[in-house]
C-alpha cells in the first residue's frame, strides 16, 4: 500500500500574524506582551514591523534580543518569552508542531495559586468570548499583567542568583501539560512525523528514479480564520489548520 504524502503547510508549523499590545506595562514600558514559555516548541518570529524587542529568560540567564524589520529570532522550548513594544511592532509568527500552542504548549507565569491544576490555571486565563471587546481587553491586559509582575520576580531571583523559583515554575508548567501528552503525541505524529516521512519517501523516490509523487503536485492557500483575537502578546490573526 502507497502511504499518502504530507500536503499540509511545510514543515507542519503554525503560522499566525501578530500585533503586539501597545498597553504600557507594569514597569513603565510602552506596549508589550504575556511572559509566558513553551515545553514541546519552538517558536520563531519574522518582524514585519516596528520596533521592539523580545526578552527572554532561561536557567542560564536573562537576555535581550532587539526587534526591526527583517531580524527573526527563535527560541527553543523552557525559553520565557516576553515581547516588548516600542511603537507599531508586528510580527510574523512561525511554530513548531503546528497545532501544539493551541494544544495547551504555552504556559503564562502565573503566580503558584494559579498552577495548582488545570481548573485553576484556566480560570486565570480564560477570556470570555461573549464579553464586548472592551471586556476582552480588560481581561487581557490583566492577564498580562498578572503574568508580567510573577515574570519580573522570577527575573529578579535569577539574576540574584537563585534558580529555585525559575525551577519551580517550570516543574509546576510540566505538571500543568501532563493531561495533553497524548493528544501531543497524536498531532506531532500527524503533522512534523508525517513531513518529515514524507520528504525521506520522495528523496528514496527520486534515488530510484521515479518521479510519480511529482505528478500530484497541487496548490493550495487560505486566509485568516480570525483576525482581532486577543492573544498572550497581542491581536492575532490565525490560520485553521497551520
Given at each position: 500500500m502507497v502511504t499518502p504524502a504530507y500536503d499540509g503547510f511545510p514543515g507542519a508549523v503554525g503560522v499566525s500574524r501578530l500585533s503586539v499590545y501597545d498597553w504600557p506595562t507594569v514597569e513603565g514600558l510602552p506596549g508589550g506582551g504575556t511572559p509566558h514559555l513553551h515545553l514541546?516548541?519552538?517558536?520563531?518570529?519574522?518582524?514585519?514591523?516596528?520596533?521592539?524587542?523580545?526578552?527572554?529568560?532561561?536557567?542560564?540567564?536573562?537576555?535581550?534580543?532587539?526587534?526591526?524589520?527583517?531580524?527573526?529570532?527563535?527560541?527553543?522550548?523552557?525559553?520565557?518569552?516576553?515581547?516588548?513594544?516600542?511603537?507599531?511592532?508586528?510580527?510574523?509568527?512561525?511554530?513548531?508542531?503546528?497545532?501544539?500552542?493551541?494544544?495547551?504548549?504555552?504556559?503564562?507565569?502565573?503566580?503558584?495559586?494559579?498552577?495548582?491544576?488545570?481548573?485553576?490555571?484556566?480560570?486565570?486565563?480564560?477570556?470570555?468570548?461573549?464579553?464586548?471587546?472592551?471586556?476582552?481587553?480588560?481581561?487581557?491586559?490583566a492577564r498580562r499583567d498578572l503574568a508580567t509582575r510573577r515574570f519580573l520576580e522570577l527575573r529578579a531571583a535569577t539574576e540574584a542568583?537563585?534558580?529555585?523559583?525559575?525551577?519551580?515554575?517550570?516543574?509546576?508548567?510540566?505538571?500543568?501539560?501532563?493531561?495533553?501528552?497524548?493528544?501531543?503525541?497524536?498531532?506531532?505524529?500527524?503533522?512534523?512525523?508525517?513531513?518529515?516521512?514524507?520528504t525521506g519517501r520522495h528523496i528514496e523516490a527520486l534515488r530510484e528514479r521515479d518521479v510519480r509523487h511529482l505528478a500530484g503536485a497541487r496548490v493550495a492557500s487560505t486566509g485568516p480564520t480570525a483576525t482581532g483575537r486577543f492573544g498572550m502578546c497581542g491581536r492575532l490573526a490565525v490560520y485553521q489548520g497551520i
Open positions: 514541546a516548541c519552538t517558536e520563531g518570529y519574522v518582524v514585519t514591523s516596528g520596533q521592539g524587542a523580545v526578552q527572554t529568560l532561561t536557567t542560564s540567564g536573562y537576555h535581550e534580543t532587539p526587534l526591526e524589520p527583517g531580524v527573526v529570532a527563535w527560541f527553543t522550548p523552557g525559553t520565557i518569552h516576553r515581547l516588548v513594544n516600542d511603537g507599531g511592532l508586528e510580527i510574523t509568527v512561525v511554530m513548531q508542531n503546528s497545532g501544539l500552542p493551541e494544544a495547551g504548549d504555552a504556559v503564562l507565569t502565573l503566580p503558584p495559586d494559579g498552577l495548582v491544576d488545570e481548573a485553576a490555571y484556566a480560570d486565570a486565563v480564560r477570556i470570555p468570548a461573549d464579553l464586548p471587546e472592551a471586556g476582552q481587553a480588560r481581561i487581557a491586559r542568583g537563585d534558580p529555585g523559583p525559575l525551577a519551580d515554575f517550570q516543574r509546576a508548567a510540566a505538571a500543568l501539560i501532563r493531561p495533553r501528552l497524548d493528544d501531543w503525541e497524536r498531532r506531532r505524529r500527524e503533522g512534523a512525523e508525517a513531513a518529515a516521512h514524507a
